[in-house]
């Protein structure tokens, strides 16, 4: 076995010189003495002169709009600080920079599952902008005003987001496969003027209708004025009086359009985001234009390589974060790779085809994704050249130190693995890859630029080489606009800010390492307190999902006699049995590898494990079953049934 923070990629010389971090560190050079010379330095440098840094950014990365002055008010205060306070731009604009330049090339290509692809060139992609653009603006939609996509990841999706922000309007989306109670626990709060659907999407081999759906939430958001779908499966269950307006419709009324854009200010709110719903009511959480640009930018730019040309994909929905993320790498002039559909239909495959086939230069997936292939034995490695390969994201969930061994051998030895982590939160990370740094086994290679990220004892120290909190000490743009209908910011400031003065506290229990890379050991509400020591879950499913017999598991603490027991739940391969003596493997890999109190007292199988859409366990939500207390927000789940198989275990009660 490699040791734990063994060295596993380092960039060639050449490649450190043709990215795109180094060009941003000869740039800041220019007005330094001494000179950058490697990612520790600049990074400190973005952090102690983080005005610099972010104008610095928006000049390399050629920014459309007016900058203005100052940089920043009051920027000692890390919860109210205000970035770029005089500046204009507008997010669309910036979307599209590229559009003139690469008319005729492809802008976005879509694959669905069990289908042919299709594309949209630059100018296509602009040309729909326009017609949609105008359809809303006919429709009085004004800058601020809500428009909502309950939309698969299509190109379609993506050109509704387009005109929506094209006009200074507010995008919020979520996926298909969310049930009617929570869309409208979502809509419901933000109150969209205008709402885009599909007929339906394609899963796992099958095609699943969502006319109705999107019917039932029209009728219960009363200031939804205008619903348009978008043919997708081609099945329509309505009747004509329910019929909403086509899309192909739209596109061909209004195919003379010419595409406008209205300039905003920096922090007009760009996105509405919603929290998992796993704990209460989801959060609608409020991004600004120039938050998410110069952020996004600067993670696509200085940190992936992404660059003019690149093929990008990320493997998401659209009530996931990162298909936001996906989508602002057309500011980097990238095409972006959209697919829609299970990674495993027709076969463990299919994205490593689609790769090879489209020359895809950035690869995002999950950890679980990852688990899945390795549990399969597929290795794109012996099977697909992936010679533009140069990029692997990994988010969701915490990577383990064998999955960097997997990557690096069963997918492609010279690569930058990316294990990131942020969230929903800031739409973007607080630790990630960079080109030009080495990757080391089971670490996040780096914090973010111009983000100060210490890791917090219990009593509120900043230490190294201990776990503790994550938290991030200084201001920076892409921090949310606040909460939607939260007036006078108590709600924003309880979840983020309220733990420690004037400092973001995000809720992951974690380690920053010698080589100042990061690593995770589960959220922080979910850590295990057996005997008073606190323990990660994610060092417990490091260890149980490496058997072959394991499918998936889920840990909880189990309030026991005045403590906490640890119970460890396992959803088994097909054909495999929990047997004596599995259950003693398990026990002693946990033992050996982790400490005698990692140890769980219980091991029950279980048929599936509670995640929610976008793939993250929710242990809150086991453990509220396991000690009879109610679940919120169920339909947050992806599986929610799922939740019966730990309710009144006879196992648990001695």
């Known amino acids: 076995m490699q040791p734990q923070d063994a060295l596993l990629w380092q960039p060639s010389p050449a490649r450190i010189q043709d990215s795109l971090l180094h060009d941003f560190m000869q740039q800041v050079n220019q007005h330094l003495n001494p000179p950058l010379t490697d ?12 005005p610099a840094f972010w104008s610095q950014l928006w000049d390399f990365a050629g920014v459309i709009g007016d900058k203005g002055e100052p940089l920043v008010e009051n920027p000692d205060n890390a919860e109210h600080a205000l970035w770029f306070p005089n500046a204009k731009l507008n997010f669309a604009e910036n979307m599209l920079a590229y559009a003139q330049d690469f008319a005729g090339q492809d802008a976005l290509l879509f694959q669905a599952e069990g289908q042919g692809h299709r594309a949209l060139s630059w100018q296509q992609l602009s040309k729909q902008v326009a017609t949609i653009s105008r359809f809303l603006r006919d429709q009085g939609i004004v800058p601020g005003d809500v428009i909502a996509g309950y939309l698969p990841n299509l190109p379609e999706t993506l050109v509704a987001m387009l005109a929506t922000t094209s006009l200074g309007a507010v995008w919020t989306s979520t996926s298909p496969d969310f049930g009617v109670d929570s869309v409208v626990e979502r809509f419901g709060q933000t109150r969209p003027r205008v709402l885009f659907s599909a007929d339906g999407y394609r899963y796992n081999g099958k095609l699943h209708d969502t006319s109705r759906k999107a019917r039932d939430i029209v009728a219960a958001i009363d200031s939804i004025d205008h619903w348009v779908q978008i043919p997708y499966i081609g099945q329509h269950q309505l009747s004509e009086r329910e019929q909403p307006r086509h899309w192909p419709e739209l596109l061909n009324h209004y195919r003379d359009a010419r595409l406008t854009f209205t300039p905003m200010p920096f922090n007009a709110p ?6 998992s719903g796993t704990t209460g009511q989801p959060k609608c959480i409020v991004h600004s234009a120039g938050g998410i640009l110069l952020n996004h930018l600067k993670e696509h730019r200085l940190h992936c390589d992404i660059r003019p040309g690149d093929r990008v994909f990320y493997f998401t929905t659209c009530g996931w974060m990162m298909w936001n993320w996906l989508a602002s790498a057309l500011a980097s002039g990238a095409t972006l790779l959209l697919y829609e559909g299970s990674p495993f239909v027709p076969g463990g495959e299919v994205l490593w085809d689609w790769a090879l086939e489209t020359g895809m230069t950035l690869f995002g997936t999950s950890a679980k994704y990852l688990e899945a292939l390795e549990k399969q034995h597929i290795r794109p490695a012996d099977s697909h050249n992936l010679g533009t390969l140069r990029t692997l994201c990994s988010t969701g969930s ?18 930058q693995l990316s294990s990131i982590a942020g969230g929903t ?11 030009i740094s080495p990757v080391y086994r089971g670490e996040c290679q780096c914090i973010g630029l111009g983000l100060d990220v210490r890791v917090f004892d219990e009593q509120g120290r900043s230490v190294q080489e201990k776990r503790g909190e994550l938290v991030c000490v200084n201001s920076f743009p892409n921090r949310p606009v606040g909460f939607w209908n939260d007036a006078d910011g108590r709600r924003y400031h309880e979840a983020y800010w309220a733990t420690y003065p004037n400092v973001w506290h995000h809720g992951d229990f974690v380690e920053l390492s010698a080589h100042g890379g990061m690593q995770f050991y589960g959220r922080s509400d979910t850590v295990l307190n057996p005997g008073g020591v606190r323990i990660g879950t994610a060092e417990i499913y490091r260890q149980v999902n490496q058997f072959e017999e394991i499918q998936d598991s889920v840990v909880i603490g189990q309030q026991w006699q005045q403590d906490v027991r640890v119970v460890l739940f396992v959803k088994l391969a097909e054909g495999a049995c929990l047997t004596p003596e599995l259950e003693a493997a398990i026990r002693q890999r946990i033992r050996s590898r982790c400490t005698p109190r990692h140890v769980p007292t219980k091991i029950l199988t279980v048929h599936d494990v509670p995640r929610t859409k976008s793939g993250k366990i929710v242990e809150l939500a086991v453990r509220n079953v396991v000690h009879g207390e109610p679940v919120k927000n169920i339909g947050a789940l992806a599986n929610p049934k799922a939740l019966e198989n730990f309710r009144d275990r006879p196992e648990l009660a001695c």
Not at 39 to 50: E, I, K, N, T
Not at 270 to 275: D, E, N
Not at 398 to 415: M, N
């Open 39 to 50: 990612y520790a330095g600049l990074h400190a440098w973005s952090v102690q002169d983080s």
């Open 425 to 435: 939160d800031i739409c973007g990370c607080f630790v990630l890859g960079n080109p």
């Open 270 to 275: 760009l996105y509405i985001l919603y929290s």
């Open 398 to 415: 915490t990577l383990t130190p064998e999955q960097f061994d997997y990557v690096y051998q069963g997918i492609k030895a010279d690569l």
